[in-house]
């Protein structure tokens, strides 16, 4: 049951949150409350896990559905692990971000119902619970985005639910294929993943499903070209809202393409690599480019995703032990990095009331402290040696140059043209003069550095950025029983040595 309270602590404290009369704070406090829970919840499950041993731990498998072969089955693995750790703790620091930005209790109920569904998909062990959770989480994010945030929020939360929808009902067709193929062929209807990894799938079979599910996860990720929803969301929605559909909810994408078309459908992921490599080059390159012409730093942290989901994919379809690993690594560290842009960004947003970088100029002499930790993250962003997200690039570089050398050569670019989007508009933001030229600096507003509160939401993400950066080993040794394991399935043949963790 471990899992399950897990999972059914921050749907509680939802209903709990909706329920309380507002006053005094109460719904945000038990809000926090309950995600604080889940947080020791994610702690105790994470003592528990052994990280020498391969497979599902800590499973629970109840029948659900017996005619369809449906189960009420939840695992972790290394992989599953990790993003649940990452899920409960930014939750509770988003929490705290977004304290003063609204009263509304249905705001902190959305985001713990979101946290619920989110640790669901992460430990759903058959198919078609992973699926209904899947669709499950576009309810809570749909209010989110369309109920908090600017103006326009109501058509980029409408967009947001058309992709998704979209790549929902891909999937669905590719689960309905899994339904029948289990049923004629594997004895029984089943969507258990390890009766699914048995079948025995013609080519064609499991190369059509394996586009179902890869396209939904193309949606989710995001990666181009079904990318076109990311920039109006973030911009749109609040801060602390992108850092849950960044950070968390997009992970959904490439944990999917880890577990499912891996490890279900290895012959067809290895078939598409050629595609699906060229796609996540594209991604890279492009999403890039786009960072570096915007003017919104609330659009440009979310066009910087595109890029590094695109490396994320990257990592997971060069089929190396380096290149997974350094994926499951960038997973995590982008979210913590990308959290800490959208939150400062955030920070300067109620300062301001405008992000519009032509419009902020000398940030840095009114707000040092808020400066600097905004210059960590982007760093971390822009893969700076010494935080963590450098560790994950070189990984995955490695097994770039392992597959090709000319696809290495073209990720590469993506570093430097990070280092142009983030410093560039540090410079602007920050020290440079930018703004308009008729206005001296005498007649900029004076604003206030961040306080406590909001020092306090930066620093655990700083901490963890330095912290993994020098210290990686603790996550690499979660990570590479599941990426062995994949490679195993997948019958690849890896001759670089597996990349070892600390001890």
């Known amino acids: 049951m471990t899992l399950t309270i897990l999972c059914a602590l921050p749907l509680v404290g939802a209903l709990v949150t909706l329920l309380t009369p507002a006053g005094g704070g109460r719904p945000k406090q038990i809000a926090l409350a309950f ?5 020791i919840q994610g702690i105790i499950v994470a003592a528990r896990f052994d990280k020498g041993e391969r497979g599902f731990q800590m499973t629970e498998d109840v029948t659900w559905i017996k005619a369809f072969g449906a189960h009420y089955a939840l695992g972790v693995d290394g992989l599953g692990l990790l993003m649940v750790l990452l899920t409960v703790a930014l939750v509770p620091i988003v929490l705290v971000a977004a304290w003063r930005d609204t009263t509304r209790s249905s705001f902190f109920a959305w985001v713990l119902a979101l946290e619920g569904f989110s640790l669901v998909v992460f430990t759903a062990t058959d198919v078609l619970l992973f699926y209904v959770v899947f669709e499950a989480t576009l309810i809570p994010a749909y209010f989110l985005i369309g109920g908090f945030g600017r103006e326009g929020r109501s058509w980029a939360a409408l967009k947001f639910l058309m992709y998704q929808l979209g790549g929902g009902l891909v999937l669905l067709a590719g689960v309905i294929a899994l339904y029948v193929e289990s049923a004629q062929t594997g004895g029984g209807p089943s969507y258990l993943i390890t009766d699914l990894q048995k079948l025995d799938l013609s080519t064609d079979i499991e190369r059509w499903i394996f586009i179902a599910f890869f396209v939904a996860f193309m949606v989710k990720a995001p990666l181009f070209p079904l990318h076109t929803w990311l920039a109006d969301t973030t911009e749109k929605a609040t801060p602390a809202t992108s850092v849950l559909l960044v950070c968390i909810l997009d992970k959904i994408g490439t944990f999917g393409m880890l577990r499912f078309c891996l490890g279900l459908f290895p012959n067809a992921s290895q078939w598409a690599t050629p595609v699906v490599v060229t796609l996540a080059l594209i991604s890279i390159v492009y999403g890039a480019f786009l960072a570096i ?43 913590v990095a990308t959290a800490g842009l959208f939150l400062a960004v955030g920070f300067l947003l109620r300062r301001h009331g405008t992000v519009r970088i032509s419009e902020l100029r000398g940030q840095e002499r009114m707000t040092p402290v808020l400066a600097g930790l905004f210059l960590v993250a982007g760093l971390a962003t822009l893969g700076l040696p010494g935080l963590s997200q450098f560790v994950s690039e070189i990984l995955v570089l490695i097994g770039a140059f392992d597959y090709h050398w000319w696809v290495g050569a073209v990720a590469v670019t993506g570093i430097v043209l990070a280092a142009v989007y983030v410093l560039w508009a540090y410079q602007r933001v920050f020290t440079g003069p930018g703004g308009d030229p008729a206005v001296s600096p005498a007649e900029i507003p004076v604003v206030r550095d961040l306080d406590r509160r909001e020092v306090g939401v930066l620093a655990p993400l700083v901490v963890a950025l330095v912290l993994f950066g020098f210290v990686p080993g603790p996550l690499l040794d979660v990570a590479n029983p599941t990426i062995s394991a994949l490679m195993e399935h997948a019958g690849v043949s890896d001759d670089a040595p597996v990349v070892a963790g600390g001890k």
């Open 293 to 335: 012409g915007q003017d919104d730093l609330l659009r440009l942290v979310g066009l910087t995703s595109l890029s590094h989901f695109g490396f994320i994919t990257l990592g997971i379809f060069v089929f190396t032990s380096q290149g997974g690993s350094g994926a499951i690594l960038y997973m995590i560290n982008h979210g």
């Open 35 to 39: 995600s604080l829970l889940a947080l």
